[in-house]
């Protein structure tokens, strides 16, 4: 069955550099999240988008936005990079009532 | 969304069942306990959820108390994939986009 797919898998950055993820939800599901996971810390909610409308924000900082696009896929933009921004990026992708799936993730790595 | 408590680390032998405690006491009666299990630094994955009553799926059953204050997680024969940090979450139906919040987690490991 087809998965959430994230791109890239690993990237690595300078700081104040700006970086993109991206999120390919699976077919027919209208939500996708976005969480951050730091090293040895559990994930944390950045955002959602439902039909394209941003739904819910959590303690994503103001250097970030996000988007869903008329394809339902994602992206994160992150400027002006932190070291402290280093971190497994998931997306989530989930039906109006159904339960999250998650992709791999994005390794991001900021130097 | 209600709060939920579990022990941090739990040790199982393979082949035997896992039994993983989660207490939820100030759960609302809208609202759902659902498991996450999240393998190394990989992506959350669902393992099942229920309202009250008692539910089994091919990976796992889930135990509600009556009172619905607490709930375990089963994995009936547990192998060594099974070692994983298990999340424990209450939430309502999604009307909508609803966030997950993770806690700490029980970090389960299956030993040989």
């Known amino acids: 069955a087809a998965g959430v797919i994230q791109s890239p898998r690993h990237l690595i950055k300078e700081k104040r550099e700006t970086a993109t993820l991206k999120c390919y939800p699976i077919?027919?599901?209208?939500?996708v999240y976005w969480y951050q996971q730091g090293p040895g810390q559990d994930p944390q909610f950045l955002i959602s988008?439902?039909?394209?409308?941003?739904?819910d924000k959590g303690s994503i900082p103001d250097r970030f936005s996000a988007q869903q696009f008329s394809d339902y896929h994602s992206e994160l933009n992150m400027s002006s990079l932190e070291l402290g921004d280093s971190a497994l990026y998931f997306c989530?992708?989930?039906?109006?009532?159904?339960?999250?799936?998650f992709g791999p993730g994005t390794r991001l790595t900021v130097l | 969304d209600a709060k939920t408590t579990q022990p941090p680390s739990m040790d199982c032998a393979e082949g035997r069942a896992a039994n993983l405690p989660c207490n939820h006491s100030?759960?609302?009666?809208?609202?759902?306990v659902y498991w996450y299990r999240q393998i190394h630094s990989q992506g959350p994955q669902y393992i099942i959820h229920?309202?009250?009553n008692n539910e089994t799926n091919e990976m796992a059953s889930l135990i509600i108390t009556e009172d619905r204050k607490s709930s375990t997680l089963i994995l009936p024969h547990a192998t060594l994939r099974d070692t994983a940090v298990y999340y424990c979450?209450?939430?309502?139906?999604?009307?909508?986009?609803?966030?997950?919040?993770f806690g700490q987690g029980t970090r389960l490991t299956i030993n040989p």
């Open positions: 989530a992708s989930s039906s109006r009532t159904g339960w999250q799936y």
């Open positions: 077919p027919r599901h209208d939500t």
């Open positions: 988008f439902y039909e394209k409308m941003q739904s």
């Open positions: 100030t759960i609302s009666g809208n609202e759902y």
């Open positions: 229920g309202l009250k």
């Open positions: 979450i209450v939430r309502e139906v999604p009307q909508g986009a609803q966030k997950l919040v």
